[in-house]
């Protein structure tokens, strides 16, 4: 089959966000001969969720590689390759399953460019898709955007929207710098009207986007819990709240500037997501805003998210995923008699 | 002063393989890989080794057919392997410690345990959740090859404390691969920590074929990195299975220190109900692989020998029936979840922050009305 | 030697840190026969840091041992171990060296109890000494306590005097859970008169104690950064700023009640620790101060933190170690001003 | 069909040793570990490897020295190393890759690197700082084995990209522990990566003993379970060391894949110089490997051979007098650092926060009056 007709046939319907996060690969792959994919399953199977699907079939074994199962091996081989000028795109598994990898992600991915003066750039994307809502047995589910946030030297980048799929993992793939880019897995089957024959333009890394524009308060989120933001935004409206959402896109760079200037106008901010609480990235993200808009706010910026615990099992697994309803009892929190 | 050299000779140049690995067997590999254990086996090991495998089998048919009803989160089947896994469960001790992986459902039930709890990490209920002390069958490990240095560990905590036990740690071919391989290994070497580690070989890790995943004539060889035995066996002759697993474990025993056995074997079905097999391997090979299959290898030894007649068959095959039904009959009801217990277990004591958000979830689950 | 006359002779003169954590392991393994020391070096030579000195000679090479270097390897046999009934005290020889552990931590330490609902307890102690300012060269001064905090499951500890060195690695030790134990390396060679002759009686894990009394506002720190803030609370005296200082001692569990205690009182807070800013452990603590104590707040929580990139060289490292100075422009931050 | 057996035969059993790894060797184990290389060798290799290693020797005095008078941060020492390190880079052509540990500064040296850059990890100045490009010198890497698989992940990049490039990687004998070790060399010998593995075998991981590392018979033996020749030198002889390195990089780069070598030697000094070696080894022990010290054994063969007189001595001894002169010199000044460089190299730009940080930094050093 041809790119043509592969095209052709996408685009008679709407695109998921796993077709879109493939065709940003495909298309970075096919313009830049240095950059590969390796990983467990990505050759012949297309990976487990077929994200990197067909790639070894145009490309070659060699620009989409089947590794050995050694997460560790793997992106300390990636590390080798962008020392030789490549840009590898690594597929981590599953979110645990990143774990194995970690000491060459903290030790090594993140700190090489620094180590050396900047003489040596470690332009590695390491894809993981993250989080649960998908009835995933244990360490498939784990929300790991904590561990990368608290890591100078990694951008940590995770889209919402299948137009983002595509647009950030192009601008991931592009960067000089590593970055971790967190691929929401429950929405990976999410489908847009954004077409595969007509990309958008690549949307710089760093910037945080507003998805709804509201007066009463923010709510702040990114990845897997957007879908959620929009839908209580939606019913607050019905009870008299306007809400702004801002879809972060990038936890690393953070973009104060959109998140502060929505909270300044708003007064009040919940961040939603669905890691873990207690020293999650939501504390950063309050915290932040808190330090930069204080004399704005009506009240404490609250946070909406997974419960502290590990990742529960496929059964129980949506008494622990924020939902609609948590984030309305958020909001409903934030003090609004005080304004009148 | 010491010997006269520090080192033995150097070791032989190993040349590695320039053709891919093969991987089919031929009509019948078993005379090649397995030992003479199924001719010289004591019928009555036969007879109950053919049981449970034909038990073990119904068990993947039953559990794959409740992924298909909803029942199960997700099964990886060991359709084809069940020798390996009945087998060396079979051998081990009472007092002995399982360590099994995710796909090592048949080990864990051949030890005694509740099918039902066996599949409580499949069927989504809970992350294994069962009392690992009530058969020694440790959980249900997903990260791969994690679960060997606990296996280590505790056969060496065994050993410290005197106790005459013996872990066995079961680990794919794919496992093989992870650092967590080599650093049990090493260490169970070093501290002749009382282990044997069994790698089923089954061609497969997911859809990565063996000859992705090592250039080593075979796994067994990576034993001698470690200065420990390599033992290979046919995964599908349960007798040779038995007979390798068993000596390994005497061998821990009597102090002798760890071992590692390669069973080679074929995943028949896909990785999981989830996979989709067809995408990387062809038709014919799987064909060949049944019919090397470890029940008919099994049958032909017994049939031969005049101990399986009809009656026998259906015998077992009734037992392997009534299990199934009782299988099929309990997970078909609810299970009884309580979803306070999500806080329950993270520490000995709930931590306040964890106080406030179950009072949270109480609340939530009230007002649906929906709590115990 | 006799333990008699070691403590007579450790006892003439004022203890420091490293003697403390040792004679913990000591009393430990005295008292419990399932308590069990392993790592790298910690026999013969008795640790890098002198740390385990002795308990080899004392206890045998089983009771503590020198293991192959392999630290994933060394903590999953811990769990085993665990599994078994013992009670692993493992060393990681630096910070930036638990990395290579970090699955096992994480899909296993952290979860076991969990995972079996309560019947497989992992009581391991996992000791790192963490932190800078001892001119280490790179990935010996990490402060990873983010990473740790992060992962529900672990207890994380550390103590910031001798005293509490020797207290809470017994609480340690003796916990059903698993403790992260992080000894601030820079002060393992603080001395006070606590002597091992009378051991403190075991505090309990989980409390945050105030170290200095004060009025007008918060330092809320932990670990090394404790003595820089009672330094500057001295300093901030003069300049008519009583501040009150509080020592967490235990990041998980979190001890709201007695910092949000002193918060209510002072209406101002200042969190100061080493470890980078962006994702560390302060905007989870300034997020939930100000959740719970907004209305008492008369200025946003500040952090005061190590700077948001790798640690730096040894030559180095004072520019990005948050100092008295430090601490004291956040201090006066504080929108002193508001209040009058 | 394929073969008839898919798999060779077993492996011969082995047998772990029984005996406590023995440490020491006899008056003169060069001739039992060593190949014959010191004799065929050719007079300018024997007497190029004679001044490197004179020149290595003073280059690990000089520095320990330093470290006294409080110029680095820390000095790991390869005093009794020098052959493995010399030799080995001198193997290397100018366009391969040396991948290094922290031990490893005069293999960097012998690359022809600035010896001030080579130390200002360990001076304190930058971590590394070097531009590993200039002569293809990764930065010495201090997380144990964590450079091997880079070293295979650059080998197969240039093998894909056609250019006739073998990288070599050094690691220590406690780092073949470690699972990035095993994880390398499986990587390198399924990809067949033009990468040689040289394990400097001292003897001691900081205090722990070999025979606390591995049960194995040789650490060169752990090559079997990757399916790469596996080959044992003496450390002490240069020109064998140079002998077996090269013939593995023509072997890489000719396409044969990996070799995984190890070289028995011995660290004279302590870990660093903040080790104290008398708490956990014996005088005796370091002075029969003193003995067997690589220049020594250089010395022996080229006197015998006329090819070393008082000359030729006094010239090499000169030359690294001279080198350590300049050593010194250079590092008693005070580098020059700005300390804004922190937030120079985080990222390819600054972020928001950094940029905040980075004023605030200014700010400081501007009051102190500090800053350039
Ligand atoms: C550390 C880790 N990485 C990746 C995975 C995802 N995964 C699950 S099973 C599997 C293949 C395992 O192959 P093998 O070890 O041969 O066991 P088999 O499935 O054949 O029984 C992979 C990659 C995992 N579970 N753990
Ligand atoms: C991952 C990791 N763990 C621990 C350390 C601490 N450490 C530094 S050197 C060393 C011993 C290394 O021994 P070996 O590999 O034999 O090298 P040698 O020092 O003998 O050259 C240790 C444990 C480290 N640098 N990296
Ligand atoms: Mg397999
Ligand atoms: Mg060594």
Redesign the interface.
């Known amino acids: 089959m041809t790119p043509a007709t592969t095209e052709a046939r996408a685009a008679a319907k709407p695109a998921t966000m796993a077709q879109a996060l493939k065709r940003a690969m495909r298309d970075a792959m096919a313009e830049d001969p240095s950059v590969h994919v390796l990983g467990e399953d990505v050759g012949t199977l297309g990976g487990v969720f077929r994200i990197t699907d067909g790639l070894a079939a145009e490309f070659g074994d060699d620009r989409c590689t089947d590794t050995p199962l050694a997460e560790a091996g793997i992106l300390g081989a990636a590390v080798g390759m962008a020392m030789y000028g490549l840009r590898p795109v690594v597929e981590m598994q599953f979110d645990a399953f990143a774990y194995p990898a970690f000491e060459q992600l903290i030790s090594h991915v993140a700190r090489m460019r620094n180590r050396t003066r900047g003489r040596m750039p470690l332009p590695i994307t390491v894809r993981v898709p993250y989080g649960g809502g998908i009835g995933g047995v244990e360490h498939h589910s784990d929300s790991s955007e904590a561990y990368y946030m608290a890591t100078p030297g990694l951008q940590v980048v995770t889209p919402a929207t299948v137009e983002d799929a595509y647009g950030l993992l192009r601008a991931a793939i592009a960067a000089d710098d590593p970055v971790v880019f967190l691929e929401p897995k429950r929405l990976y089957w999410s489908k847009s009207s954004w077409s595969p024959t007509a990309p958008a333009k690549v949307p710089p890394l760093g910037r945080a986007v507003v998805r709804r524009p509201g007066t009463g308060a923010t709510l702040i989120t990114y990845g897997p819990s957007l879908p959620v933001c929009l839908e209580a935004a939606e019913a607050a409206a019905a009870e008299g709240w306007d809400l702004e959402v801002v879809d972060l896109r990038s936890l690393v760079p953070f973009d104060d500037e959109t998140v502060c200037a929505s909270v300044r106008r708003t007064g009040r901010a919940v961040v939603v997501h669905e890691s873990t609480g207690f020293g999650g990235p939501g504390g950063e993200i309050a915290a932040r805003v808190t330090e930069r808009c204080f004399h704005h706010l009506e009240a404490p910026v609250l946070r909406v998210a997974g419960f502290d615990i590990p990742y529960p099992p496929p059964m129980l697994e949506r008494h622990h995923l924020p939902g609609v309803d948590r984030v309305l009892d958020a909001v409903a929190r934030l003090q609004w008699e005080a304004e009148s | 002063?010491?010997?006269?050299?520090?080192?033995?000779?150097?070791?032989p140049?190993?040349?590695?393989?320039t053709d891919p690995?093969?991987?089919?067997?031929?009509a019948e590999?078993h005379r090649?890989?397995g030992t003479d254990a199924m001719a010289g086996a004591d019928p009555e090991l036969l007879l109950s080794l053919y049981d449970r495998l034909v038990l073990g089998r119904r068990f993947n048919t039953q559990a794959t057919a409740l992924t298909k009803q909803g029942r199960l989160?997700?099964y990886p089947s060991s359709t084809g392997q069940e020798a390996c896994q009945v087998a060396a469960a079979l051998a081990l001790e009472r007092r002995d410690w399982l360590f099994p992986s995710y796909r090592d459902t048949l080990a864990a039930v051949t030890r005694g345990m509740d099918p039902v709890r066996v599949l409580t990490?499949?069927?989504?209920?809970?992350?294994?959740?069962?009392?690992?002390?009530e058969h020694r069958v440790?959980?249900l490990s997903?990260?791969?090859a994690?679960q060997?240095?606990?296996?280590?560990?505790?056969?060496?905590?065994?050993r410290?404390?005197g106790d005459d036990v013996v872990?066995l740690a079961l680990v794919g071919d794919?496992?093989t691969?992870?650092?967590?391989?080599?650093?049990?290994l090493?260490?169970a070497?070093?501290w002749?920590a009382p282990v044997v580690f069994l790698v089923q070989n089954n061609g497969f890790?997911?859809?990565?074929p063996l000859a992705?995943?090592?250039?080593?004539?075979?796994l067994?060889?990576?034993?001698?990195?470690?200065?420990?035995?390599?033992?290979?066996v046919d995964g599908n002759d349960a007798p040779a299975v038995h007979q390798v697993v068993s000596e390994a474990l005497a061998r821990a025993r009597s102090g002798g220190?760890p071992t590692l056995i390669e069973a080679?074997t074929y995943r028949i079905e896909a990785h999981t109900n989830a996979?989709d097999a067809t995408?990387?391997r062809e038709e014919p090979e799987v064909e060949l692989w049944r019919r090397h299959d470890p029940i008919l290898l099994l049958e032909r030894e017994l049939t031969g020998r005049g101990l399986l007649d009809e009656d026998r068959r259906r015998s077992a095959a009734d037992a392997a029936e009534a299990m199934a039904a009782e299988l099929r009959e309990r997970m078909n009801a609810d299970?009884v979840?309580d979803?306070m217990?999500?806080?329950?277990?993270?520490?000995?004591e709930k931590?306040?922050?964890?106080r406030e958000?179950s009072e949270l979830?109480r609340a939530?689950?009230t007002a649906e009305g929906e709590t115990r």
Request: glycine share 8%; aromatic share 8%; hydrophobic share 40%.
């Open positions: 002063m010491r010997a006269v050299a520090h080192r033995p000779t150097p070791p140049a190993w040349q590695p393989r690995a093969p991987l089919l067997p031929d590999p090649l890989l989160a997700v990490l499949l069927r989504g209920d809970w992350h294994t959740g069962y009392d690992p002390y440790a959980p997903t990260p791969l994690t060997l240095p606990h296996a280590v560990g505790l056969a060496h905590a065994a410290l404390k872990a794919g496992g691969s992870e650092g967590d391989f080599h650093e049990a090493n260490f070497a070093v002749r890790a997911i859809s990565v992705k995943q090592t250039a080593a004539p075979s067994a060889h990576k034993a001698v990195g470690y200065g420990m035995p390599g033992r290979l220190g080679v996979d995408r990387y299970p979840l979803p217990d999500l806080f329950a277990h993270v520490y000995a931590t306040g922050q964890l958000q979830l939530e689950l």
